[in-house]
């Protein structure tokens, strides 16, 4: 895994700024990377298998994602 890459410092840093101002105001923040990343095989979320953005099937496994973690 790239967890040092610079864009991942970066994108990494913005997350937590959203959580952080989101928790300020009382917003539950749902982070759903650690769980598509950490799936069978986590690049078929996305076309060709190159991380960029979603395919159908990553829209609809992020969608499934959230909306449980709404609603249990």
Known sequence: ???NHPEVIKLNALK???KVV???YNFEFI?????LHNREDP????????PNHYNENGYKILAEYVNKSIFN
């Open 1 to 3: 895994k790239k967890k």
């Open 16 to 18: 937590n700024t959203i």
């Open 22 to 24: 989101g928790e300020k």
């Open 31 to 35: 982070d759903a990377a650690e769980f």
């Open 43 to 50: 690049l078929d979320i996305f076309p060709y298998q190159l």
